[in-house]
């Protein structure tokens, strides 16, 4: 049996009434039930440990004495030097704070951790804390008002804290189904704002057990005296710290009130528990079959020459890029590269039809917009065209047009339909999805397609999230769309006939959407955070946005790859005028019909 040389930091005979009169024997039996005689222990040997000459620090010697082990992902996120908070969500209790702060430690010297007043007694503990109250009163707040100051100047001074934000040990939730953090504080977010410090977020997995839960939920006020036994619970497994993308000052600032950023932290936070691994349901490569040749360039350029000037839209002369609008019909040999570029361009992002080209029964009827590199005598990019009239006073009616194929279009919102062009099928060729001039250039081409077609004021069609996002990525998406962009008027208007079920975040962390997720740069951030290649949301969904597009129905193409399909929808009427100069022209005047 381990024996204490020194004063124990924590004695239960000073801890129960009448305690000194309790027999050795039956203390020690306590003491190890409720893990403190293994806390006693350790600190024991960390401090034998120093006086033997270590210069180990104490979370390096507590992690090693008390068997704490884990793996750690990210440590290159945190920032070598400059003030920083790192926040984690508190799955265990004391654990935590002990790995929390020998991860910290192998990155920078200056390093405080913010804990409660039970750790206060830790003495090895004491240079490195920040002690509040988490348990209320006045004396509480006297002492977290300290806190706060300390925090403040320690961050100004161009150092790195330590922050559980919910203060104490996750426990058991009935509306969730699962152990979930406390509230988190938002005076930790006053502090953030404040001091511009740069935000990391990291997340511990695992939580306490079922003993500490059911106490927990029983009698949640004496949860605290059962975290030490916890401990001995905690050195019989391997744990995993995963530390994410650092949140700069300009991210952290697009929030408007400390409540936000409070959700926003720990959004990012909790985000950092999903697999990151994205999840496309795309077929196996071997059951696809081989793209078709290219066109031949020649006779491409042939078809381009003897269009009709009126097809001519825009062009980028330094970029020698050129947009046309065409019927199929008069472009035959082009139709068959745009087919084999569709299908190159999606296969690539985890989409394609997995046929030899990508050519459907609506290419027919459709107008399509070619962007043509005149240089290379090449397709560059281009977008497909429907005028909604046309199509539904033709004698395909509603099943001439595309999106009507995956979503119930009501008779309210088809009459607003009536007086739009549906767009889509969408792409740029990889070769030339870097070039700041192609997506400028084929959005130039819509915008003077829509000043020659005066009589249409909507635009709309399907943005598409490929598998080539996490499932992660593409539920905080929709999340964030059907949060903050929905349609008001029409949004009950369309139906997906196969709905994104089974996409969702957890419960607790949809929770913090509406609230901690209203900026674009913010999902932006985020998505590029959880993808393993830095990717953020598509280019194209930034492009409606920018338009002012909202959202009217989100559907699942299990035929296109297992795609979220965004049906979204932009009014011209309420797009700003520095859009419509850039895009439409200085005189374009949308119909107001």
Same mark, same amino acid.
């Given at each position: 049996m381990s024996v204490i040389k020194r004063q124990k930091i924590t004695d239960l005979t000073e801890l129960v009434r009448g305690g000194k009169h309790l027999p050795k024997w039956l203390v020690l039996? *306590?003491?190890?039930?409720? @893990?403190?005689?293994?806390?006693?222990?350790?600190?024991?040997?960390?401090?034998?440990?120093?006086?033997?000459? &270590?210069?180990?620090?104490?979370?390096?010697?507590?992690?090693?004495?008390?068997?704490?082990?884990?793996?750690?992902?990210?440590?290159?996120?945190?920032?070598?030097?400059?003030?920083?908070?790192?926040?984690?969500?508190?799955?265990?209790?004391?654990?935590?704070? +002990?790995?929390?702060?020998?991860?910290?430690?192998k990155v920078r010297s200056d390093v405080k951790i913010v804990v409660n007043e039970f750790l206060h007694h830790v003495r090895g503990m004491r240079p490195y804390q920040i002690t509040v109250d988490v348990y209320g009163g006045e004396a509480a707040k006297r002492a977290n008002m300290a806190g706060m100051k300390e925090m403040l100047k320690w961050l100004k001074e161009g150092h790195c804290l330590l922050v559980f934000p919910s203060g104490s040990a996750a426990t058991w939730s009935w509306k969730d189904r699962r152990v979930v953090d406390d509230p988190w504080q938002v005076n930790i977010s006053a502090v953030i704002r404040k001091t511009g410090a740069t935000v990391v977020p990291m997340h511990f997995s695992g939580s306490n057990g079922v003993f500490f839960q059911t106490v927990s939920v029983l009698a949640k006020g004496i949860r605290s005296n059962f975290l030490a036994r916890e401990i001995l619970r905690d050195g019989?497994?391997? %744990?995993?710290? $995963?530390?994410?993308?650092?949140?700069?000052?300009?991210? #952290?600032?697009?929030?408007?009130?400390?409540? =936000?950023?409070?959700?926003?932290?720990?959004?990012?936070?909790?985000?950092?528990?999903?697999? !990151?691994?994205?999840?496309?349901?795309?077929?196996?490569?071997?059951?696809?079959? /081989?793209?078709?040749?290219?066109?031949?360039?020649?006779?491409?350029?042939?078809?381009?020459?003897?269009?009709?000037?009126?097809?001519?839209?825009? @062009?980028?002369?330094?970029?020698?890029? %050129?947009?046309?609008?065409?019927?199929?019909?008069?472009?035959?040999?082009?139709? %068959?590269? +745009?087919?084999?570029?569709?299908?190159?361009?999606?296969? *690539?992002?985890?989409?394609?039809?997995?046929?030899?080209?990508?050519?459907?029964?609506?290419?027919?009827?459709?107008?399509?917009?070619?962007?043509?590199?005149?240089?290379?005598?090449?397709?560059? @990019? *281009?977008?497909?065209?429907?005028?909604?009239? #046309?199509?539904?006073?033709?004698?395909?009616?509603?099943?001439?047009?595309?999106?009507? *194929?995956?979503? =119930?279009?009501?008779?309210?919102?088809? !009459?607003?339909?009536?007086?739009?062009?549906?767009?889509?099928?969408?792409?740029?060729?990889?070769?030339? !999805?870097?070039?700041?001039?192609?997506?400028?250039?084929l959005w130039m081409g819509i915008g003077h397609y829509l000043y020659?077609?005066? =009589?249409?004021?909507?635009?709309?069609? $399907?943005? &598409?999230?490929?598998?080539?996002?996490?499932?992660? /990525?593409?539920?905080?998406?929709?999340?964030?769309l059907r949060n903050h962009c929905m349609q008001?008027?029409?949004?009950?208007?369309?139906?997906?006939?196969?709905?994104?079920?089974?996409?969702?975040?957890? /419960?607790?962390?949809e929770r913090l959407v509406p609230q901690g997720l209203k900026d674009l740069r913010q999902l932006c951030h985020m998505v590029t955070a959880l993808e393993a290649d830095g990717k953020s949301i598509p280019v194209l969904l930034r492009q409606y946005l920018r338009l002012g597009g909202q959202m009217l129905s989100f559907g699942i193409d299990k035929d296109f790859g297992g795609t979220l399909d965004c049906l979204v929808l932009v009014d011209m009427c309420k797009a700003s005028a520095r859009i419509h100069k850039h895009f439409c022209g200085a005189d374009y005047i949308p119909p107001n019909i």
């Amino acid at each position: 049996m381990s024996v204490i040389k020194r004063q124990k930091i924590t004695d239960l005979t000073e801890l129960v009434r009448g305690g000194k009169h309790l027999p050795k024997w039956l203390v020690l039996w *306590a003491e190890k039930r409720l @893990g403190l005689h293994a806390l006693n222990v350790a600190h024991d040997k960390i401090e034998n440990d120093w006086e033997a000459g &270590s210069t180990e620090n104490f979370f390096a010697l507590a992690c090693k004495h008390l068997n704490l082990r884990y793996d750690v992902e990210g440590l290159e996120n945190i920032p070598k030097e400059g003030p920083c908070v790192i926040t984690s969500n508190h799955p265990h209790g004391m654990s935590d704070g +002990i790995m929390f702060g020998d991860i910290a430690m192998k990155v920078r010297s200056d390093v405080k951790i913010v804990v409660n007043e039970f750790l206060h007694h830790v003495r090895g503990m004491r240079p490195y804390q920040i002690t509040v109250d988490v348990y209320g009163g006045e004396a509480a707040k006297r002492a977290n008002m300290a806190g706060m100051k300390e925090m403040l100047k320690w961050l100004k001074e161009g150092h790195c804290l330590l922050v559980f934000p919910s203060g104490s040990a996750a426990t058991w939730s009935w509306k969730d189904r699962r152990v979930v953090d406390d509230p988190w504080q938002v005076n930790i977010s006053a502090v953030i704002r404040k001091t511009g410090a740069t935000v990391v977020p990291m997340h511990f997995s695992g939580s306490n057990g079922v003993f500490f839960q059911t106490v927990s939920v029983l009698a949640k006020g004496i949860r605290s005296n059962f975290l030490a036994r916890e401990i001995l619970r905690d050195g019989k497994t391997r %744990h995993k710290a $995963t530390i994410g993308k650092p949140i700069a000052p300009s991210i #952290v600032a697009a929030t408007e009130t400390n409540e =936000e950023l409070s959700d926003f932290l720990r959004l990012n936070t909790m985000a950092l528990r999903y697999p !990151q691994n994205a999840a496309t349901t795309t077929a196996p490569t071997d059951s696809r079959e /081989s793209i078709a040749p290219s066109s031949d360039a020649a006779a491409m350029q042939a078809e381009i020459d003897a269009l009709p000037a009126e097809c001519y839209c825009a @062009g980028n002369e330094r970029a020698h890029l %050129h947009v046309y609008a065409a019927d199929a019909a008069q472009i035959p040999h082009i139709m %068959h590269e +745009i087919g084999v570029q569709r299908e190159h361009t999606f296969r *690539a992002v985890g989409e394609g039809t997995g046929k030899a080209i990508d050519l459907d029964e609506y290419d027919p009827h459709y107008v399509h917009l070619i962007m043509w590199d005149s240089a290379k005598k090449c397709l560059a @990019g *281009a977008y497909r065209i429907g005028r909604t009239d #046309v199509i539904l006073d033709s004698p395909k009616g509603i099943k001439g047009i595309y999106n009507a *194929a995956f979503f =119930e279009f009501k008779p309210k919102l088809l !009459q607003v339909l009536r007086k739009g062009i549906e767009m889509g099928r969408a792409f740029i060729c990889p070769a030339y !999805q870097r070039h700041p001039a192609s997506l400028d250039t084929l959005w130039m081409g819509i915008g003077h397609y829509l000043y020659k077609h005066r =009589e249409y004021r909507y635009m709309y069609g $399907t943005v &598409s999230i490929s598998g080539d996002y996490t499932p992660a /990525s593409r539920a905080l998406i929709l999340s964030y769309l059907r949060n903050h962009c929905m349609q008001p008027e029409l949004h009950t208007e369309a139906r997906a006939y196969f709905p994104p079920k089974a996409l969702a975040l957890l /419960s607790e962390d949809e929770r913090l959407v509406p609230q901690g997720l209203k900026d674009l740069r913010q999902l932006c951030h985020m998505v590029t955070a959880l993808e393993a290649d830095g990717k953020s949301i598509p280019v194209l969904l930034r492009q409606y946005l920018r338009l002012g597009g909202q959202m009217l129905s989100f559907g699942i193409d299990k035929d296109f790859g297992g795609t979220l399909d965004c049906l979204v929808l932009v009014d011209m009427c309420k797009a700003s005028a520095r859009i419509h100069k850039h895009f439409c022209g200085a005189d374009y005047i949308p119909p107001n019909i």
